[in-house]
């Protein structure tokens, strides 16, 4: 992990780290998150694409709430499950990784051509997220499409997203996530049900991170993650509340 | 319907003339149609987008056989009905169709920007191109579509399809049908399985029209039928031997 | 419309007269309804069965939670339209009806086998239910299945529902809607996103209906609802309030 | 492996090994595989149940068209996963691997209620199939629904099919592949599209199992094999001739 130091984060870096949340999430007449509130916060959207959730409905809407809050849209493709909502690993190819990636990137700039509005970036959803982080041949199929849409992908320093991407030549934004466990080795532990997070706690994360590049692990040890921005989960009933506690250890806006 | 005199059909009018099948209508492991014998023989692709068939893999592979061949490529767009492969109708609203085919569009423009083409038209598939035809309030949102990507809509002349494009500024192209028999007010009659066509009546139809017009309906009365272009559908064993025959009463390639 | 006279309701009829509720329509991570409240409430559960909403986990848990409450349990087929949740109507064959419905029914008494439970009766959901209501033709598809399984049919007297199920010998069991209203023909008006519903105008009308038969409809007038169940939607969020506000006015128990 | 003594197979051993094919893999409009010539030679079917392939309708008629032929019916459910045809592995939990193939074998029951059949046994498709072979957990949830309906499971003598079955006292079939490869360790070398098969191969590989109870692997080495039931897949064009092979390699019928 090629670690900047942030020892001695300035105000202005700080205000150079972004809120990023996953967006659009509901499916029909199911609601899923707390998506009204959080656009008032947050920077970036990752816009879910029909796979894991996300009809072409709800697509519309939320390019439209996002356009509204001047909230930028990167696309959130996730693997063809609507039951296990993208959380369930899947063996696919890396053709099949890199077209189920294109098709859903390709609908929501369909969206976004009719608001006006540019593609931000890709960020992959759920279990296609965490593949792509331990698999590179999976990852580069993923990075062609980043590549052919001239947009950064979002990921995990210190992973395949990351090395991927720097042997490919594609922009890469690290995250933060503050409402998931890390495991010793700096790993993401995703739940298919995430507990709720206190927002005291993210917001600690934060402050932490900001001043010694660390973050506490599942065992009590810490890892140093790399990030310029930061990832709030819409699933919780407080994600609001996490969010804006983020955005308040950042130095609000 | 404004019938343009083809009483006289000159070789370059002949010419002008093109032939449009439903390609990449596979699903996964399940196969359909002809694609690979009529890609030698049409110059339109309709190239289905992941509703009522052709998964993201299909649509690459589709994408890239119509380029090789040299094969114009356009949006095929249909129900989100799997099962009924979009030949059941759906009561839909006008933003709901607006957005199917608008996700399914930009879906399709993903492969064409991998492939480096452009979009050349939107056709609706099945049951929502005869729900287009007889409902203006719905072609609208279609012909939305097509606006923004400044492409034309084919479609049946003299129903909404022609009417609303005109309306709207959005170029239209009338198409002929080959393969399925059109009732004494000059619709279609859409059949959920089709039976083969004899190759040689569907090149007798071209050769009529061409000469005065008018095609024989269900009933045996005539319709004048406007159109620059000639589907023949993928589905029947046959449909190579048809679209070669409609090839040759068009004179040839 | 064959009405029994209801003038003169005693305290027993009251209590044969049961309240039904759409349960398990939840989908993966995407919660729906009042499940949990109205189990506490309600007689008889219509168990959603994975076409409109209702994964298989889903439908297991929904099956244990009734039995845990002592509530009957019916099938609640729906048209194969996750985004629509079985709310568009689509244009089905006599023998796609049967088929839908079969599969559906099947799936969940092999749930209910493992419950050890047997088969209450069956509900087709929203616009398949309205469909039933008006075509003969289809109806008999669905009471054919509710004939194999031994079991009544829920619908809406007065309808194709009710003269179906007589003339085929298919015991049936009509429906009161207190959160859905009547247009001046007794026919309900189905909504793609139900209002919420004051508790109290709900109970008002039970106590109406139970009084002199009649229930007021969309224009001010009154028609005569012949039903042995009272059917609460589970969508709004004052749901379980308005269920035991029908409780009450049917003398609590 | 508890591996019977082959070596001096009677002919009366002979007639009692069964051949059996999955059938019933069409979705909608689109066909799959040769069930139609198949059920002329096969003894017991394994009908697709929804969820790998097997739309309502064609489990109907599939169901129909075996007990013409008088093949016996059993359960062939999938992963839900349309586009893979259940042969891309998922990360299910034992709940949900339970909860699938109830409802997949619900769903099938209520077809066989109709055509007064009972269910013959279960046998799971493609990648499920592969998972419950090597993982028992897995396959205990599966082994529970074989005994909630008191039927066998078909699978791979040696592997956790067996071993679980024995354990939990479920009967157990085990299958002969013909037109598979066995890796050395006895596994199969499951293929997203298998190749066709030499039906003169595939009897030379049913006699010598017959005979010493041994077949081929892929790296030339034997593994011994305990089967009562031969799958032929309907896949290949050549499927029915396969079928034919093995029907005279075990002295016809």
Redo the contacts between chains.
Sequence with gaps: MNNVNVGNVTASAKKNIEINSDMGE???????GNDQALMEIIDVANVAC?FH?G???T??ETVAAAKAHGVRIGAHPGL??????G??????TP??VE??I??????????L??AGLELNHIKPHG?LYGMLSRDPELMRSAAKVAA??GVPMFGLAGTAHESVCAEMGVPFVGELYVDLNYNPAGQLIIQ??PEATDPAKAAERVRRVLDDGLVETSDGSTVSIDFTSICVHS?AANSPAVAQAVRSALGGR
């Design positions: 509901a499916f029909g007449l199911h609601s899923f029909g959730a009809d072409p409905d697509m519309e063809p499950d609507l039951t296990g909502f959380r369930r690993e899947m063996k696919l053709a099949e077209s189920i294109l098709y859903q990137t390709g609908a929501l700039v369909g969206f051509k009719k279990s052919l849409y298919r049900r699933d």
